[in-house]
Nanobody
Framework: QVQLVESGGGLVQAGGSLRLSCAAS????????MGWFRQAPGKEREFVAG????????YYADSVKGRFTISRDNTKTTVYLQMNSLKPEDTAVYYC?????????????????WGQGTQVTVSS
């Protein structure tokens, strides 16, 4: 079992930055690949970024590539999402997710554990 708790969301102006954190419980955090997803009102949940269990392998959705950075600290059992140059279209509830194994995936159904989400609102 893994429990995930996101934090760091808020209201920011376009062009600004936020850093999301996802704290995980459990001693096996380093054996999970992690992902960040987001869901805007009336839209499906979409993949944002993924990171392998060692932290060396990352992958980003085209819409955030070059602006967002995913990282993890296995000693702190925490995964981060640094978001720069934010746009109004980045407004959504952001979720972190965990799946056993080395590789991340962009498919929501392949993740076993989810956090409760944190709201990010970008004003124009």
């Amino acid at each position: 079992q893994v429990q995930l708790v996101e934090s760091g969301g808020g209201l920011v102006q376009a062009g600004g930055s936020l850093r999301l954190s996802c704290a995980a419980s459990g001693r096996t955090f380093s054996s999970y690949a992690m992902g960040w997803f987001r869901q805007a009102p009336g839209k499906e949940r979409e993949f944002v970024a993924g990171i392998g269990w060692g932290g060396l392998s990352t992958y980003y959705a085209d819409s955030v590539k070059g602006r967002f950075t995913i990282s993890r600290d296995n000693t702190k059992t925490t995964v981060y999402l640094q978001m720069n140059s934010l746009k109004p279209e980045d407004t959504a509830v952001y979720y972190c997710a965990a799946r056993p194994g080395q590789r991340y995936t962009a498919r929501t159904y392949e993740y076993d554990y989810w956090g409760q989400g944190t709201q990010v609102t970008v004003s124009s």
